[in-house]
T-cell receptor, first 115, second 116 residues
Framework: GESVGLHLPTLSVQEGDNSIINCAYSNSASDYFIWYKQESGKGPQFIIDIRSNMDKRQGQRVTVLLNKTVKHLSLQIAATQPGDSAVYFCAENINSGGGADGLTFGKGTHLIIQP | GAGVSQTPSNKVTEKGKYVELRCDPISGHTALYWYRQSLGQGPEFLIYFQGTGAADDSGLPNDRFFAVRPEGSVSTLKIQRTERGDSAVYLC??????????????FGDGTRLSIL
């Protein structure tokens, strides 16, 4: 169906290593993508976004890559820290032409940082 | 500055009761969204307001759910005749006015609703 999904439910990395979280989407009409971080008991926290006219965007310690050919999105976190432990969601905004701006979220990847 | 504020943070009620959940968006944000998040899942879109009007309510599951935003700021999500399946975390988000339709949505910490 038209949904955003993630390849792995859990990702475990060593502190200091780089993390890569992947996301596949199925709707070619999607034109805006966001990565969110959610800690237990908290709401999703905005990390970085990218529009469909771009293929890469960098923030502080994070990079988002968009491959529209294979409908794939990834979040790279450099030098992972204990505070990066959380569930990460990718979300898409489908350009239906009707002005609807509700995001479609995937199920999330739980990032675990090993000391 | 202050983020999105949701009250109450927790609500426990009995099946069949009526509940109201409140959202105070970030000051100046014209767009407001409600989502529902079940355990282990991503948030699911419910309804979107642009100003006072509901621009898209296609995510509301049935007519027991209703939301208002009478003055274009605070919004209330109302659920009638609650059912156990309504138990979830209800999240509110807001985004600033922009000529671009794509702006990051900023979330509150949600209201955890438990229907006994």
């Amino acid at each position: 169906g038209e949904s955003v999904g993630l390849h792995l439910p859990t990702l475990s990395v060593q502190e200091g290593d780089n993390s890569i979280i992947n996301c596949a989407y199925s709707n070619s009409a999607s034109d805006y993508f966001i990565w969110y971080k959610q800690e237990s008991g908290k709401g999703p926290q905005f990390i970085i976004d990218i529009r469909s006219n771009m293929d890469k965007r960098q923030g502080q310690r994070v990079t988002v890559l968009l491959n529209k050919t294979v409908k794939h999105l990834s979040l790279q976190i450099a030098a992972t820290q204990p505070g990066d432990s959380a569930v990460y969601f990718c979300a898409e905004n489908i350009n239906s032409g009707g002005g609807a701006d509700g995001l479609t979220f995937g199920k999330g990847t739980h990032l675990i940082i090993q000391p | 500055g202050a983020g999105v504020s949701q009250t109450p943070s927790n609500k426990v009620t009995e099946k069949g009761k009526y509940v109201e959940l409140r959202c105070d968006p970030i000051s100046g944000h014209t767009a407001l969204y409600w989502y529902r998040q079940s355990l282990g899942q991503g948030p699911e879109f419910l309804i979107y307001f642009q100003g006072t009007g509901a621009a898209d309510d296609s995510g509301l599951p049935n007519d027991r759910f209703f939301a208002v935003r009478p003055e274009g700021s605070v919004s209330t999500l109302k659920i009638q005749r609650t059912e156990r399946g309504d138990s979830a975390v209800y999240l509110c988000a807001s985004s600033p006015p922009s000529s671009s339709r794509n702006q990051p949505q900023h979330f509150g910490d949600g209201t955890r609703l438990s229907i006994l």
